[in-house]
């Protein structure tokens, strides 16, 4: 199908405020500017205006701030703007804060996505071209759980084991969308991505929260050891594979999504370091590596994700197009230039969140 023949999409994106929502969201309008986008976002501490700066301009796109537990709303964003895809990212996405209060977890992630499941079947039911519909949850490869040092990456088959109550609670809903599209045909399909990183990413996570401390002079806190393993991938390829399982994905199946790119945290830290010390004019502390500190590890913190993304590569023919190196150059450019975009998120709850994390 060519661009000029494609039939244009009214679209449903919650938690488009959020970091890999907003991206999509730009992503999605820059590419398909005849197309509807609707964000749906409750502006938790996560979900920020500002991500979707300049989109209010261009007329096919509208903001509602609430959350996606309200049937009610739900019900009527879907009617009123006749709703035929519904790209899912609205959940609570922070490991550690998930250790500290679960309960929020368990509604947005289980309970939210149950409601949207239940009301797009409704509005389905009124419509006479449900298979051209797509209901995209996104999700994240945690709910498979931690591999050793030498087991293959995670597949499509990999059990679930998911270990913090931030993937068991996404392993949840994962589990609502599957059974929505085998018992009523809802056309779900599910993606389980690897951690993510790029511009509008919340402080809180390892990768702004390494850029930030660095450009503020403050310790750099490594858990443990240093040597768990994670997956990376930059946004923008994210926002590309959504695209392609969204228009070609099979209905009822499962993408994963990485780059290929295993680091250890202490050596991803130190490129940070690195390029910070090569890229930004002053620093306060130089250095950067001079401000690596180990602390207590996390609770139940997974060794290793790797992501076998084949499937995907294979059958829809998406490839990764950044490598780690040249996407921390960019991030951390990005930090360096917006430091007008995160300066108001060090506010007084992040400084309450990270002293119970942290400690003072
Ligand atoms: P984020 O925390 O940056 O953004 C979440 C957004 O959801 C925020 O804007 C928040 O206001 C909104 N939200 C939260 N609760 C809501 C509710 N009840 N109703 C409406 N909106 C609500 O998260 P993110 O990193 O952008 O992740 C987006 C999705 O991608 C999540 O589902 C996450 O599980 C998944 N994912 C993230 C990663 C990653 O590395 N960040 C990797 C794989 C998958
Ligand atoms: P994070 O960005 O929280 O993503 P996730 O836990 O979803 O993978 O953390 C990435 C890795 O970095 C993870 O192994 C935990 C580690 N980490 C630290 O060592 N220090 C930190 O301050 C943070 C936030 C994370």
Known sequence: MTHAERQPRRLLVTGGAGFIGSNFTRYWCDRYPGDRVVVLDALTYAGNLANLEGLAETGNFRFV??????????????????????????????????????????RTN??????????????????????????????????????????????????????????????????????????????????????????????????????????????????????NVRDWLYVGDHCRAL??????????????????????????????????????????????????????DRPGHDRRYAIDSTKLQTSLGWQPSVTVEEGLRKTVRWYLDDEDWWKPLLSEEYQSYYAQVYGE
């Open 65 to 106: 701030r609430g959350d996606i537990g309200d049937r009610a709303l739900v019900d009527t964003l879907f009617a009123e703007e006749q709703i035929d895809t519904v790209a899912h990212f609205a959940a609570e996405s922070h490991v550690d804060r998930s250790i500290l209060e679960p309960d929020a977890f368990v």
């Open 110 to 227: 289980v309970v939210g996505t149950f409601t949207l499941l239940e009301a797009f079947r409704h509005h389905l039911a009124n419509r006479s071209d449900a298979n051209r519909c797509r209901f995209l949850h996104v999700s994240t490869d945690e709910v498979y759980g931690s591999l050793a040092p030498d087991d293959p990456p995670f597949s499509e088959t990999t059990p679930y084991a998911p270990n913090s109550p931030y993937s068991a609670s996404k392993a949840g809903s994962d589990h609502l969308a599957r059974a929505y599209y085998h018992t009523y045909n809802l056309p779900t399909v599910i993606t389980n991505c690897s951690n993510n990183y790029g511009p509008y990413h919340f402080p809180e996570k390892l990768i702004p929260l390494m850029c930030i401390n660095i450009l503020l002079g403050k310790p750099l806190p490594v858990y443990g050891d240093g040597q």
């Open 243 to 296: 695209d392609t399982v969204i228009h070609r994905g099979q209905l009822g199946e499962t993408y994963n999504i990485g780059g290929n790119n295993e680091v250890k945290n202490i050596d991803l830290v130190r490129t940070i370091c690195r390029l910070m010390d090569e890229m930004a004019p002053d620093l306060p502390v130089k250095p950067s590596e001079n401000l690596i500190t180990f602390v207590k």
